[in-house]
């Protein structure tokens, strides 16, 4: 089982303690609440954290940086959510692939996709359409390989369900 958020904390205070570093406890609390209970992820964002800081002490109110690979799906649901073409999805193929080619696994690429995407969906009926095709593909891609396949096909499922939407929205 994962850690829980308290051990997390505690973690990173350790950590900082023997790097020297002063960690604010709301701060602590914050990236472990932030890495969704991943003490691999905390303790990357602690570091990527320390680095923003350029020299100065962390503060409560420090930002934390995305990671890239977040970053690059949070750009890739901006794009499919802004223009439903064949042109797009061809795009969103490269960028799954450089994913891929990246180690980070399909079903870590969906959940984050659709966290992205769920941000940018106003109807909550389009909301759930959305989570139960990602469960769909989610599945496949469990059961199955090439998963290039599967997320390429959930990004077409999503593109033509937001593309109907608007086209019944604006007529």
């Not at 800081?53 to 799906?73: F, V």
Request: glycine share 2%.
């Amino acid at each position: 089982a994962a850690p829980s958020v308290e051990q997390i904390t505690a973690v990173l205070h350790n950590v900082a303690m023997k790097e020297s570093i002063t960690l604010p406890p709301n701060l602590a609390s914050t990236i472990a609440r932030e890495s969704n209970r991943n003490l691999r992820k905390a303790l990357l964002m602690l570091e990527a954290a320390k680095v923003q800081a350029a020299g100065r002490a962390l503060s409560d109110q420090q930002e934390i940086p995305a990671t890239d690979w977040e970053l690059y799906i949070r750009q890739l649901a901006l794009d499919i959510t802004n223009e439903q073409s064949p042109q797009r999805l061809m795009a969103a193929r490269e960028k799954l692939y450089e994913l891929l080619v990246n180690c980070i696994p399909a079903s870590t690429i969906l959940k984050r996709l659709v966290e992205e995407l769920l941000t940018k969906i106003p109807d909550e009926d389009l909301k759930v359409s959305v989570m139960e095709w990602a469960a769909f593909y989610e599945h496949r891609i469990a059961q199955g390989s090439k998963e290039i396949f599967h997320l390429e096909a959930f990004i077409a499922k999503y593109m033509a369900m937001y593309r109907k939407y608007l086209n019944e929205l604006f007529g």
